[in-house]
């Protein structure tokens, strides 16, 4: 069964560094997301990306973040400057369109964390 | 904004009974879906029901069912035959209906324990 797949599994960085995420979304979906889950709390939405341009974002997609699809794979996600607050589960995540609209397939996260 | 509420933080029961999570979530769009997500030690989020808010008639996946009840903005998991592998979060989910560009907004979850 096809799934989204996501490198590194744990990703530890210092403070005020950059860091790219890097996710393979299931190949015949169209729609793509980022969440993010600091530990013990609930998933946020972070981005959603469609025909190579940012769909819609949440507050806390500031300009630290940015996404790209560099390639017909991969969908990754930048976090420049990363901060200690920045430590979390960060899931990748796509969807259909049609009949299944909506229905996201989730990946099993790269855990950041910030030192 | 769409706000997604889960008061159980966390649940206990005997493996074989049937337990149920509650979800309640506030909207002012008339069409929307609903989800629930499991997420096991591994914290893979794994989807397990979804609900369109226009079908009256609850969706079930095998030993899973959903209480959609659309005029109380409630949204419920019955999980029959539980079983240890059921130990897991289980958050609630909506999604606005967006043509698959919105987000899911989740709830901060319920910890469901499955004791031997």
């Known amino acids: 069964e096809p799934e989204v797949t996501q490198t590194p599994s744990h990703q530890v960085t210092q403070m005020g560094q950059e860091v790219i995420l890097r996710c393979v979304p299931i190949?015949?979906?169209?729609?793509f997301y980022w969440y993010r889950q600091i530990l013990g709390q609930k998933v946020e939405f972070l981005v959603s990306?469609?025909?190579?341009?940012?769909?819609?974002k949440s507050e806390i997609f500031d300009d630290q973040f940015s996404v790209e699809r560099p390639d017909g794979s991969n969908f990754t996600l930048k976090i420049r400057s990363t901060k200690l607050e920045d430590s979390a589960m960060y899931f990748c995540?796509?969807?259909?369109?049609?009949?299944?609209?909506?229905?996201?397939?989730f990946g099993p996260g790269t855990r950041l964390t910030v030192t | 904004a769409q706000t997604v509420t889960q008061s159980q933080p966390e649940m206990s029961v005997q493996e074989a009974e049937t337990v149920t999570l509650s979800c309640t979530y506030d909207?002012?769009?008339?069409?929307?879906?609903l989800f629930w997500y499991k997420q096991p030690p591994s914290r893979q989020m794994i989807l397990v029901i979804r609900?369109?808010?226009?079908?009256?008639q609850n969706a079930t996946e095998n030993r899973f069912s959903v209480n959609f009840q659309k005029a109380a903005k409630s949204f419920s998991l019955k999980i029959s035959d539980s079983q240890l592998g059921d130990t897991a979060m289980y958050f609630c989910?909506?999604?606005?209906?967006?043509?698959?560009?919105?987000?899911?907004?989740f709830g901060k979850g319920t910890h469901l324990i499955i004791q031997p």
């Open positions: 990306f469609y025909n190579n341009e940012i769909s819609e």
């Open positions: 190949s015949n979906h169209l729609y």
């Open positions: 989910a909506f999604m606005k209906p967006g043509g698959g560009a919105d987000g899911l907004t």
């Open positions: 995540a796509s969807s259909h369109r049609g009949v299944l609209v909506g229905e996201q397939y």
């Open positions: 909207t002012s769009e008339n069409n929307y879906y």
């Open positions: 609900q369109e808010a226009y079908k009256q």
